[in-house]
T-cell receptor
Framework: EPEVTQTPSHQVTQMGQEVILRCVPI?????FYWYRQILGQKVEFLVS????????KSEIFDDQFSVERPDGSNFTLKIRSTKLEDSAMYFC??????????????FGPGTRLTVL | GENVEQHPSTLSVQEGDSAVIKCTYS??????FPWYKQELGKRPQLIID?????GEKKDQRIAVTLNKTAKHFSLHITETQPEDSAVYFC?????????????FGRGTSLIVHP
């Protein structure tokens, strides 16, 4: 069964540094998402992406964040200048055509970001 | 925006008992309610979902009920097993274009004792 994959599994960075988190969505999916989960808390939506542009974003997704689909398979989340409070697990997800039953979002295994 | 409240935060049951997790939502426009199971250190996985045009859905030992008038929905797990132990998240979402953007509850840590 195809799965969403993410790299790296764990990223440690210094405050103020830029990080890029990478995701490979399921190949025939059209919608891509980023979520974050601070340790012990709920999953929070960051951004959705469709047809090479952002379709929805939350208030968390400020100017420090950007997303890109640089080629036909990768989907990246960039944090320009990391802050301590960016430490969290970041999940990528993808979904299909937007019609029942393809609405289910499939999550990747996550990247744990630690900002020191 | 949408606000989802989930209770209880922790639920401890004996193997074979039933478990019920309850959620409420605030936005009457929400029309899709997925439930995710997240085992320790792993990705959230969809276990069941319900759309606003039905009141109940069942899949083997798992069932979900929805009361649109009261804006609450519940997950029911019968004959619990130790492998059901995990954190369960409810979510409420409204369709945005062709996709759904879920607002998650804070999660319920279910512990099933053998």
């Amino acid at each position: 069964e195809p799965e969403v994959t993410q790299t790296p599994s764990h990223q440690v960075t210094q405050m103020g540094q830029e990080v890029i988190l990478r995701c490979v969505p399921i190949s025939n999916h059209l919608y891509f998402y980023w979520y974050r989960q601070i340790l012990g808390q709920k999953v929070e939506f960051l951004v959705s992406f469709y047809n090479n542009e952002i379709s929805e974003k939350s208030e968390i997704f400020d100017d420090q964040f950007s997303v890109e689909r640089p080629d036909g398979s990768n989907f990246t989340l960039k944090i320009r200048s990391t802050k301590l409070e960016d430490s969290a697990m970041y999940f990528c997800a993808s979904s299909g055509l937007g019609t029942v039953p393809e609405d289910e979002q499939f999550f990747g295994p996550g990247t744990r970001l630690t900002v020191l | 925006g949408e606000n989802v409240e989930q209770h209880p935060s922790t639920l401890s049951v004996q193997e074979g008992d039933s478990a019920v997790i309850k959620c409420t939502y605030s936005d009457s426009a929400s029309n899709y309610f997925p439930w995710y199971k997240q085992e320790l250190g792993k990705r959230p996985q969809l276990i069941i979902d319900i759309r606003s045009n039905v009141g109940e859905k069942k899949d083997q030992r798992i069932a979900v009920t929805l009361n649109k008038t009261a804006k609450h929905f519940s997950l029911h797990i019968t004959e619990t097993q130790p492998e059901d132990s995990a954190v369960y998240f409810c979510a409420a979402s409204e369709r945005a274009g062709g996709s759904y953007i879920p607002t998650f509850g804070r999660g319920t840590s279910l512990i099933v004792h053998p």
